[in-house]
């Protein structure tokens, strides 16, 4: 299994972004993005559940970052509006099967004020 993150980079505030995550070697019943900011705790971002393609996001990002999935590439991706220099982390992909959980190798968000 491997999850191949691409998107990150500096922005200034305000403006977007689009994370990618090409998952291969599987197929994964929830995909999502998390984030570490130097200092804090890791944070689930948003998720995505295959079967359903209920979402789920933090409060910090709700109307701001939307998660959507395309299965036929089984990739993943985390658009985002409006960003704000708290959301400046390394931003890692999961993807997961059963009881496992796989992880990307995370990119580097920079929001700068």
């Known amino acids: 299994v491997q999850l191949v993150e691409s998107g990150g980079g500096l922005v200034q505030a305000g403006g977007s972004l689009r994370l990618s995550c090409a998952a291969s070697?599987?197929?994964?019943?929830?995909m999502g993005w998390y984030r570490r900011a130097p200092g804090h705790e890791r944070e689930l971002v948003a998720r995505i559940f295959s079967s359903s393609g209920r979402t789920d996001y933090a409060d910090s990002v709700k109307g701001r970052f939307t998660i959507s999935r395309d299965n036929a590439k089984n990739t993943m991706y985390l658009q985002m509006n409006s960003l704000k220099p708290e959301d400046t982390a390394v931003y890692y992909c999961?993807?997961?099967?059963?009881?496992?959980?796989?992880w990307g190798q995370g990119t580097q968000v920079t929001v700068s004020s």
């Open positions: 999961y993807a997961g099967v059963f009881t496992i959980t796989y």
């Open positions: 070697g599987s197929t994964f019943s929830s």
